[in-house]
């Protein structure tokens, strides 16, 4: 484990939190959070949605001040008032939401936003420090002086986690850091923090991948309601007892309706489907009343195969039929109208209308059945609005709210509830269903899908992570470099799923 005994014997410590406490509009978002974090300590933090994780991250930063309690770095009491009263006392955030900036290079995104870059900044020296910065975090390939938009989304991350990583911090918050980052890929991030918490640095990682933070973390504080209700070593907690510290109960798998594949109902067929450099050959029956998952690290073809079924891969070819009928897979609007509904994985940038209400939202992809002769009905709209907030799980006194007001998993279940406004026939693919998204709002979602699938709609998706693909896929597809790997019908050890998505098929021979 990271850390000095001896400093923690002595009560030492990077951050201290006492009875953190703060209100929105006379409603409590965190009443008593309380954690500290010692020298080269890794401490994760947990909650569902609503827990108050984001609240208690926004306080320890310098974005919101507590109504009660008080902070401590370094052992003395401190007032946050900004980002950058946090970072010239140590504090360094790594947020959810990517701030880098595509249209600058790898070296401007570093240095962005630190403020010991002296006004006059020597270049060689820059690029010098830029580039230990890249081979810390395992990115060698990568130039100082490239564009950051010719990296992938997983590789953009990780220059998020370099800058913040790079300012010299005493105590660094990484707030969901590996949502957008297969496990390959999360494998230098966690060096890297595992160096900066040998080098004396304290580090609290909030993440809802509770594997991982089992993997990293030293110790586990989780908040319930608002409240600090455990703090426990890592190496004591299983995820299921985790599980019960966060949501005061077991987690329960969910049932299934299995439903043999000759059944006669409504199906989706590809067949040879081909992407240029991404997919070969992809071929698979998905009928209605089961869940397909398609198991794939970040490269490996499994979005690709939803993004080019839903008409968003113009190069892409092969034949696609959706309950017997030829579905254009190079368009996506004729995509959509012949019965194929998609959720990017992105649903800020692919997905929300954020300064929309949520009832607009839900709507917005059947507006033109909700008019009458070009005009749409203000009652037909509210109608089919509380209908899919129903059946989503929204609670229908904020269908007038913005979008930006929900927290991320119930911006996931408007996104994913607007594909449920479609009749049974029509297939429904989602890419990365859960990301982003606590234990809490995943199991409403996983509920959505089950529902959606018995109710007569195709439903495949797509998971980088082993925990989900065991819990919603009756039949798992893993693919790795473009091709499937292997199929599973039924129960699936998940150390075959690893296997496949990391190292493909392998001759035993």
């Given at each position: 484990m990271s850390g000095s005994p001896t400093d923690r014997a002595l009560g030492a410590s990077r951050l201290r939190v006492e009875g953190l406490a703060r209100s929105f509009n006379g409603v409590p978002a965190v009443r008593d959070a309380s954690f500290a974090v010692g020298p080269g300590e890794i401490l994760g933090l947990c909650g569902h949605n609503g827990a108050g994780k984001s609240t208690v991250v926004k306080m320890i930063s310098g974005q919101l001040a507590p109504d009660n309690g008080r902070i401590v770095v370094d052992d003395t009491p401190v007032e946050l008032r900004s980002r950058q009263a946090a970072q010239r006392l140590g504090v360094a955030l790594v947020d959810q939401e990517l701030s880098v900036v595509p249209t600058l290079t790898v070296l401007e995104n570093v240095l962005l936003g630190d403020i010991d870059v002296p006004f006059i900044n020597r270049r060689r020296s820059a690029v010098a420090r830029c580039r230990r910065i890249l081979d810390d975090m395992g990115l060698a390939h990568i130039e100082p002086d490239q564009l950051l938009s010719a990296l992938s989304i997983g590789e953009r991350q990780l220059i998020e986690?370099?800058?913040?990583?790079?300012?010299?911090?005493?105590?660094?918050?990484?707030?969901?850091?590996?949502?957008?980052?297969?496990d390959a890929e999360s494998a230098p991030v966690f060096a890297a923090i595992r160096r900066v918490a040998a080098s004396g640095c304290g580090v609290v990682f909030v993440s809802h991948r509770l594997s991982e933070v089992l993997q990293l973390c030293d110790t586990v504080t989780v908040l319930r309601g608002g409240d600090t209700v455990a703090t426990t070593p890592a190496a004591e907690l299983t995820v299921d007892e985790l599980i019960v510290q966060m949501l005061g109960e077991a987690p329960r798998r969910l049932a299934t309706t299995r439903t043999p594949d000759d059944d006669p109902?409504?199906?989706?067929?590809?067949?040879?489907?081909?992407?240029?450099?991404?997919?070969?050959?992809?071929?698979?029956?998905?009928?209605?009343?089961?869940?397909?998952?398609?198991?794939?690290?970040?490269?490996?073809?499994?979005?690709?195969?939803l993004r080019a079924v839903?008409?968003?891969?113009?190069?892409?070819?092969?034949?696609?039929?959706?309950?017997?009928?030829?579905?254009?897979?190079?368009?996506?609007?004729?995509?959509?109208?012949?019965?194929?509904?998609?959720?990017?994985?992105?649903?800020?940038?692919?997905?929300?209308?954020?300064?929309?209400?949520?009832?607009?939202n839900l709507v917005a992809t059947r507006l033109p059945g909700l008019g009458r002769g070009g005009v749409l009905q203000p009652g037909r709209e509210r109608?089919?609005?509380?209908?899919?907030?129903?059946?989503?799980?929204?609670?229908?006194?904020?269908?007038?709210?913005?979008?930006?007001?929900?927290?991320?998993?119930?911006q996931q279940k408007v996104f994913v509830g607007r594909c449920l406004a479609h009749d049974d026939g029509y297939a429904l693919l989602l890419d990365e269903p859960t990301r982003g998204v606590d234990i809490g709002g995943r199991a409403a979602i996983h509920r959505l899908l089950r529902q959606a699938a018995e109710s007569g709609l195709v439903v495949i998706f797509a998971s980088t992570e082993i925990e989900e693909l065991l819990e919603l896929g009756d039949v798992i597809v893993t693919m790795r470099d473009g091709r499937i790997v292997n199929r599973y019908d039924g129960d699936v050890d998940g150390a075959l799923l690893v296997r496949d998505m990391t190292h493909g098929a392998e001759d035993e021979t």
């Open positions: 986690i370099a800058r913040a990583l790079s300012q010299n911090a005493r105590l660094v918050i990484l707030d969901e850091p590996t949502a957008t980052l297969s109902g409504h199906a989706l067929r590809i067949d040879r489907l081909r992407v240029p450099g991404r997919v070969a050959d992809f071929t698979l029956t998905a009928r209605a009343g089961r869940v397909y998952a398609l198991a794939g690290q970040l490269g490996s073809g499994a979005s690709d195969v839903a008409g968003l891969h113009p190069a892409a070819t092969g034949v696609v039929e959706l309950h017997g009928r030829p579905v254009p897979i190079r368009d996506p609007v004729r995509s959509a109208r012949h019965g194929v509904a998609f959720a990017s994985n992105d649903r800020k940038s692919e997905g929300l209308f954020l300064d929309k209400s949520i009832a607009w109608r089919a609005a509380r209908s899919l907030a129903q059946r989503s799980g929204l609670p229908p006194q904020r269908l007038a709210e913005r979008a930006v007001a929900l927290s991320g998993g119930n």
